[in-house]
């Protein structure tokens, strides 16, 4: 395959792997339908839809249209009781049976339902489709729970995701639900729109220029609404009734005894203590509450002592626990759904997700945490389109715990912005043709900046080399793209921009087309650095052989590996910019061998078989040079010689680059790793002369032009991002006047 047909093989972001449906059940309304017919189309999709818009009816019409499509067995997984409930939903409004069950024997054909803690009782390899209801079960992207379900569903070719909350805390969390669906990787969505500045990696932030495109993405897999008008569809009978906020603050008297006043609970230590002191008083503000009313009541807990003492001083109550048999839990939450439970005590992580409780709209909070999806979906249980009444929500807590409360807040605003602006991005997107099937790919252009001495250029670096004359580069010097670590661009052409092998198949083309324009005998360098690993995307803690990898690819192009160096990085800086697991102090005291040393840069040279005909030649001592040209940037003494020879160059200079001149606007991203100065001067004072033509495919913010100009070197070089190719001209013009202002002085 030549170059343009492998860029075509990129621009297909999601392929549609399922199939039309039509007359989907009369029970749906238009949206829903809407929706049902696009997931099947699609074949792996997720819903984000609010609560009370009808998931469990289009989850059971998706399975259930799956399994006449596909003829194979569906399962759904759903959170403790969920099951049962959905079972008698779809039968008795849908009337499509679903079967409940807790390992592969019980499975039957067509649909079958179960929990997430029966997982393990299943062979993913006798299902035609998967369903998760509540998935934002996956949310988090290192929990065990995650990774089971992701390795679960992997093989089975239609899937369904379905939450109201799919990332209530950031939008990189739908990076999960991406893997699930089988769009992209956590790892290639992060650094193809995401961004962090430096500190904890784990906190990224959409890209200026990315944030577009990742709506458009988003809206290629899901479907994100808050009432059906989202989508176009009329409101009718989609109203929400008011939501009334009690909040009791318990005066329990200060914190210790030379304290006049309780002072506000800071961390989990102090706050669990405030829950501990106030327990008392809470229990017995609840209780009095509860008991002084006929009305169905949900109480949640958040000590398993609250539950306890609540149990014995609420009348009739139930109490649900964590280590209740099933049986129990089950049968519990069905009272509490059929009526024949008044008062259902338990925990927001047992029973807080996916159950439809619209006969109850009186809900208490006993003690509360700082984890707003827990209350969010708890409150939801009752606060759901379908019920009739103003819903009381009871907020319980003591003086000492007004942080806690005040954090919830901050994150149940954070929460409606996000939805907001899920909903208003996507809006349009979503309803092109109910929901665009590829993924936009931005506009190729060229432009170039010529002078006597560089020539820079606006273009694919494949492009510009394969157009460049063969055997007339002296030296070439630049640092890759480092696979799917960071994605600089949205075009097809940015190899970064790329996922699974797909960079090597990029990058060869780069690589044979350098060798053809090399001089025989001439030389080549690559900066990189090794890739750690993530258990999350790669299965385990470690290091890719990225180093490695590319020598190997140079090699088997033709090229002869000449040298390498390793570039000495502090691995205390590391540590405190990435949080990597291997180089913490505490992973010394917890278990050794998990730790690691820090992973350092390398300066990897390459040469071109065949006879140098243009000697670079260097002199001992000025007496020598003297004796022959007298240019005295040849003088190469044996002590610079030692230190250049080193296999170790320990002296870089990290932070010795052209950052400080950075591309950044409202629209854009800073070059988050130019090469540092110092490595390309010693490399071209090593390897190359005066008015040699030195090549950089990956120019970014024109680094390696800047040293070459500054060192009397003619220059080409090619970079894809307009805004770093603007800032590369700068930089370039910079060296000239620079040099101009050094010849006033000599």
Sequence with gaps: MDYSEFLETKKIAHVPSGFDANDLHDKLFPFQKAIVKWSLKRGRSAIFADTGLGKTFMEVV?????????????????????????????????????????SQSQV???????????????????????VLDEASIIKSYDGKTTERILDFSRRIPYRLSCTATPSPNDFMELGNQAEFVGVMSREEMLAMFFIHDGGDTAKWRLKGHGEIRFWKWLSTWAVVVRKPSDLGFKDDGYDLPPLIMHEHIIAT????????????????????????????????????????????????CHLNDESAMLGKSINDAVTVAGADSIDHKESSMDGFSNGSVKKLISKASICGFGMNWQHCNNTVFAGIDNSFEAMYQAIRRFWRFGQKKPVNVHLFLSESEVSILENIKRKEAQHNEMSARMVDHMQEFMKQEIFGMTQEKSEYKRDVEKTENYELHLADCVDLASEIETGTIDYTIFSPPFASLYTYSNSDRDMGNSKDNEFYDHFKFLVDEMLRITRPGRLLSFHCMNLPTSKQNDGFIGIKDFRGELIRMFVDAGWIFHSEVVIWKDPVTAMQRTKALGLLHKTIRKDSSMSRQGIPDYLVTMRKPGVNDKPVNHYRDEKECVENDGDKEKIFPVDLWQQYASPVWMDIRPNRTLQHRAAKDNQDERHICPLQLDVIERAMELWTGKDDLVFSPFS??????????????????????????ELAKTNLQSAIFENKQTDLFE
Excluded at 79 to 87: D, E, F, G, N, Y
Excluded at 281 to 300: F, H, K, Y
């Design 700 to 725: 970014g913010i024109g680094s390696e032009g800047y040293v070459a100009l500054r060192m009397g070197r003619k220059f080409i070089g090619s970079e894809l991002k307009e805004s770093y190719f």
């Design 253 to 300: 008297g200060s914190n210790t005894s030379d304290q006049l006043f309780a002072f506000p609970a800071q961390g989990l230590n102090e706050q669990r203590a405030a829950k501990r002191l106030s327990l008392n008083d809470r229990v017995d503000a609840v209780a009095d509450l509860v008991n002084s009313s006929n009305d169905p009541w949900m109480v949640w």
């Design 108 to 130: 039957k054909p067509g649909i079958n339902i179960t929990n997430y803690e029966m997982l393990d009782s299943f062979d993913s390899s006798k299902f035609a489709g998967i």
């Design 62 to 102: 998706f399975a259930h249209e799956v399994h006449k499509h596909a003829g194979g067995e569906i399962i759904i997984f759903a959170p403790l009781c969920v099951a049962h409930q959905t079972k008698q939903l779809a039968m008795d409004e849908l009337g499509i049976d679903v079967n409940y069950c807790r």
